[in-house]
């Protein structure tokens, strides 16, 4: 008997019902449900059984018996595909940073395998279900609560690849989904959304282009860069060149050799050409580092052979002036000897004269010849003189030099000699002027036994005076010492006192006095002026009354207060009582200004009058 | 400790007695001027011709202990010198030159790193002497200018102290010692190498005896020196080296009736006032009574008004004849006018003090002064134009 599969009639249908009719046969007939559909048996509206992967008959006659016999059951069947679906929706969400995002959204469902007959619920009387219609009535309720409430979390540019988002939205889909389907059978087995691309990618992705593209850019400047430096500093790709070209013509092997020993050749002559050009650059370095030198060394000697030249001409002018000096000589020399001649030429003359004067009348053009012969004679002798001279000369230089060294050595010896005549006369002389000394002290001698007795009593006498006068001295200079250790000691004190003291012992009051004077001053006196004041007074009254020891200082100011004190008593006034102690003393006035001095006082105080002696 | 020595005229007690009435002007005992300290309303103290009051004024110097001044003849001496201010009132000196010099040799100005010396405070300095080459012994000139101030007014002193120093033989012994030094190829070098061997004296530098304290250079007034330098008196002019001495004569003329009397400034803040204030005769502050009259002798009222009470005040510092302005109107001296923000002027012979600037006619003082041996005995302020009483008489 044949087995009729039960499956949903159209591939989008989630469930659809299958009539009586459709299955009411007059034989009996077979259905199997497969296992991945769901077969809900229903009888008379209330669901019955269901069944996965069932076979079950329908109809029959048989049943058509039983159901006239004992009456009749609406039978139903619902086919439900329990396999999951997908439903694709189109969501827009608004993100964190507020740009709109659109999305697809996978929904993964199935129908509930635990709770099928719960479809029922969706069905609504209609005869099937499609998934769409399944997946809609998701859509609505999930949509504001799962994905608005998901995307608006993060920003635009953080959904992308984000996992945690997914497991987010996947979570809270699959709960709404739940809440909202678990009743209705259905489940929701998985749950994505893939994302558009948004503004802010898109800004990013424009972005990352223009980066990528700048990128490639500066790559490929800089791959340019590298090549062009490259062939900068590749001048064998040029010298190549040619090579290059040559290979690109090879044929065979021999022509590979050919290149071969042709691109060594020219790397050989190339290597040479090289360094002929470095030998040659050494070679000008060479060649120009000897010019220099050689033209230091020529402007060197040319210095060098002016600075000689100057030498040389100092020489020179030295070597002239012997020239002329020994040709002056030599003309002084001939002048003399010209001199010499015409004396002897004189006198021979004269005494030819006197012989021939009686012949004088012999033949005077004889005798002229004989004069004329006679005068070349004596330019022929003069010549020979001169020679002779010359060389008597040079042999007198000679001489000369040999006699001064014979001298020189005389001299030396004669010093010597001299020396040790002098020094025997020296010696002699000492002795006699020691004799002469031993007699001279001998005479003395006599003279002091003579005079001896007047000069010691002379001698006492002075010693006297001189003692007397420095004991004298002794005793000025101890006075003297008197006074400056005094002035010393004043000068002491004062340092260690108050200006009031120093006041007080300036003024010849004792050190003690003047510190019970400073005393009242400081005890009376308001400010420091005042106490000056008061110290002034006080020892001037001190002066007065010839205060020598503190105690009598200190009477005299207790007198004073004694006194003091009565006169206010009786008075009733107010009264200083230091003070009261410094009025009432004799006075003398000054008949120049009429001022009052003191009666003591030899000369006014305010005029320098004198006022008495 | 003492003083500097060599003051011309000691002040005699009697004098300081004297001197306590505020109004004294002459001694009562001695009949000597009572010739006060600028400052004397603090230190009491008189003055003599040279006006160095020794309570001010009590520098000393002292060789420190430990110091040598004993050296070989070719050596140096460090002198190491304690400045010392002896004044018992709290008046700092103030040390603004030192000199030195050697033998006869010329001074030699020492650098100073301090200047203010305080009462009882020192300072120390450190002199070097030169190489001192002969054998025997050699003195040291230590000079020095100190300055004491009041208020506006200084004035300045040069003390001297010498030192003598005791050089002895050298004990060197000097050897040539001639080393030949040869090498092959190298040629012969010479070289000379002197050697000084010095024998050590026994106890090596001797150090001054002073029982471990620092010897005391007695110090002696340079006056001299300040003359010479100008520290005191005057450096230019016809009178240059000239020193007006503090018990100078001031002559007064052309006051008529009015004349001072002539005499030495007594003062006691040793000040002569003048403007038109009243006169010390009149219950006045002023020595000089300053009013200016018409050429018809009547009394200027207008002009007077335009002197000061107090114009002028007259005194003598470091040897010179200073003026200080306090009148509003200032003064002419010459031809430079001097206000009374100038701190003080100094008068020279001849110069003509120009009391109301604006009218040089108006009085003017003429200050002639006359010196011998160096030292201005007698100044007369004549006043210009005389007043017509004085020409009367």
């Known amino acids: 008997m044949k087995t009729t599969q039960l499956v949903v009639s159209d591939p989008q249908y989630l469930a659809e019902f299958i009539g009586a009719d459709e299955i009411k046969t007059f034989f009996e007939q077979r259905y199997e449900v497969p296992p991945d559909h769901l077969g809900l048996l229903m009888r008379n509206g209330q669901f019955v059984q269901a069944y996965k992967g069932a076979h079950f008959s329908v109809g029959g006659l048989f049943h058509q018996l039983k159901g006239l016999i004992g009456g009749s059951s609406s039978v139903s069947i619902m086919i439900a595909d329990l396999k999951t679906f997908q439903h694709y929706y189109k969501v827009v969400a608004r993100t964190k940073d507020k740009v709109d995002i659109d999305g697809e959204v996978v929904l993964d469902l199935q129908i509930n395998p635990e709770k099928p007959q719960n479809i029922i619920g969706m069905m609504e009387g209609r005869r099937s279900l499609s998934k769409a219609d399944a997946a809609l009535r998701l859509k609505s309720h999930a949509w504001d609560r799962v994905f608005e409430a998901a995307i608006a979390r993060v920003n635009a540019n953080e959904v992308r690849g984000n996992k945690g988002l997914q497991d987010l939205i996947q979570g809270d889909l699959m709960k709404e989904c739940e809440r909202l389907a678990g009743d209705l059978g259905l489940i929701v087995r998985a749950a994505s959304v893939s ?32 090549d062009l430096e490259r062939e900068n500093i590749t001048t064998s790709v040029k010298m190549n060149y040619k090579t290059g070209i ?12 050919r290149v071969v020993l042709d691109n060594e050749i020219e790397f050989a002559d190339a290597r040479e050409t090289g360094a002929r050009i470095a030998e040659m650059k050494v070679l000008e370095h060479e060649i120009n580092k000897l010019k220099t030198e050689r033209l230091a060394k020529f402007q060197g000697e040319l210095q060098q052979a002016t600075h000689d030249g100057v030498d040389l001409k100092l020489i020179t002018e030295r070597r002239r002036v012997v020239e002329r000096n020994t040709e002056s000589l030599d003309r002084s020399h001939q002048l003399a000897l010209r ?111 003579l005079q001896g007795l007047e000069m010691d009593i002379e001698r006492d006498r002075l010693d006297r005076r001189i003692k007397e006068a420095d004991k004298a001295h002794e005793r000025d200079m101890d006075q003297r010492k008197l006074e400056a250790q005094r002035e010393a000691d004043r000068l002491v004190l004062g340092a260690k006192m108050t200006p009031e003291q120093i006041l007080a012992v300036n003024a010849g009051l004792s050190p003690a006095v003047a510190k019970v004077l400073e005393e009242q001053a400081k005890a009376q006196g308001v400010d420091k002026a005042a106490q000056m004041d008061l110290m002034r007074q006080m020892v001037e009254q001190a002066n007065r009354q010839a205060v020598r020891s503190e105690e009598q200082a200190r009477a005299m100011f207790q007198a004073g207060m004694n006194g003091a004190v009565g006169v206010a008593a009786g008075a009733g006034g107010k009264g200083n009582p230091v003070l009261g102690i410094l009025a009432g003393d004799e006075t003398v006035e000054c008949p120049k200004c009429t001022r009052v001095n003191p009666a003591k006082a030899k000369f006014c105080v305010g005029c320098g009058e004198q006022l008495r002696k | 400790m003492t003083g500097p020595t060599g003051a011309p005229d000691r002040i005699s007690p009697c004098c300081y007695q004297h001197a306590l009435a505020k109004d004294a002007v002459f001694c009562g005992e001695c009949g000597k001027p009572l010739l006060r300290c600028m400052a004397y309303q603090e230190c009491g103290g008189l003055v003599g011709d040279d006006g160095c009051c020794s309570v001010c004024v009590r520098p000393q110097l002292f060789l420190d202990k430990d110091a040598v001044t004993d050296v070989k003849a070719g050596g140096v001496l460090v002198l190491p010198l304690v400045f010392y ?118 106890s090596g530098r001797k150090i001054a005896d002073t029982g471990g304290k620092a010897a005391e250079l007695g110090l002696q007034r340079a006056d001299n020196f300040e003359a010479a330098q100008g520290i005191r008196g005057y450096a230019d002019g016809a009178l240059k080296g000239s020193v007006v001495s503090r018990s100078a004569r001031i002559v007064w003329k052309g006051f008529g009736d009015h004349n001072p009397a002539a005499g030495p400034i007594t003062t006691s803040d040793s000040i002569l006032a003048l403007g038109r ?117």
């Not at chain 2, 006169?279 to 002009?303: H, M, P, R």
Request: aromatic letters at 6%.
């Open chain 1, 195 to 226: 994302w558009a691309l948004n503004e802010v990618e898109k800004a990013e992705a424009t972005r990352a282009a223009a980066e990528r593209e700048t990128a490639k850019l500066e790559f490929d400047f800089e791959t340019l860069k590298r």
């Open chain 2, 277 to 393: 204030g009243k006169g010390v005769a009149e219950g006045g502050d002023n020595l000089l009574q300053l009013l200016a009259y018409g050429s018809d002798g009547k009394l200027d009222e207008q002009l007077s008004h335009a002197i000061s009470r107090r114009h002028i005040e007259l005194f003598i510092q470091s040897g010179r004849l200073c003026a200080r302005v306090t009148g509003s109107a200032g003064i002419m001296i010459g031809d430079h006018k001097h206000g009374a923000d100038d701190a003080i002027a100094l008068i020279n012979h001849g110069d003509i003090i120009k009391v109301l600037p604006k009218f040089p006619d108006a009085i003017g003082l003429q200050v002639r002064m006359r010196a011998n041996h160096g030292q201005i005995d007698e100044i007369t302020i004549t006043r210009v134009p005389a007043l017509p009483e004085a020409n009367s008489r």
């Open chain 1, 246 to 257: 040559d290979k690109l013509e090879i044929e065979n092997e021999a022509d590979l050799k």
């Open chain 2, 85 to 202: 201010n002896a004044s018992s009132v709290a008046r700092p000196l103030f040390v603004t030159d030192v000199w030195v010099r050697e033998g006869d040799g010329p001074r030699k100005r020492i650098e100073l790193p301090w200047k203010r010396l305080d009462a009882g405070g020192s300072n120390r300095l450190t002199v070097q002497t030169g190489a001192l080459e002969r054998q025997g012994r050699h003195g040291v000139e230590i000079t020095f200018a100190a300055a004491t101030n009041y208020f506006m007014r200084e004035e300045r002193f040069a003390f001297t102290s010498s030192l003598g120093l005791e050089v002895e033989q050298g004990g060197s012994l000097v050897i040539n010692q001639t080393i030949n030094a040869s090498g092959v190829g190298a040629g012969g070098d010479t070289v000379y190498a002197p050697i000084r061997l010095e024998t050590m004296a026994e």
């Open chain 1, 339 to 449: 001199g010499l001649e015409r004396d002897y030429d004189r006198e021979t003359r004269e005494l030819q004269r006197d012989e021939r004067r009686d012949d004088r009348e012999f033949d005077r053009e004889g005798r002229t010849l004989q004069r004329q012969e006679d005068r070349g004679n004596r330019l022929e002798d003069r010549e020979d003189e001169k020679v002779r001279r010359k060389e008597d000369r040079d042999y007198d230089y000679e001489t000369r030099d040999r006699n001064l060294n014979i001298q020189g050595k005389e001299r030396d010896y004669g010093f010597d000699t001299r020396k040790k005549e002098v020094d025997v006369g020296d010696k002699e002389e000492y002795a006699r002027i020691a004799r002469q000394r031993e007699q001279d002290k001998a005479a003395r001698d006599k003279i002091k036994d």
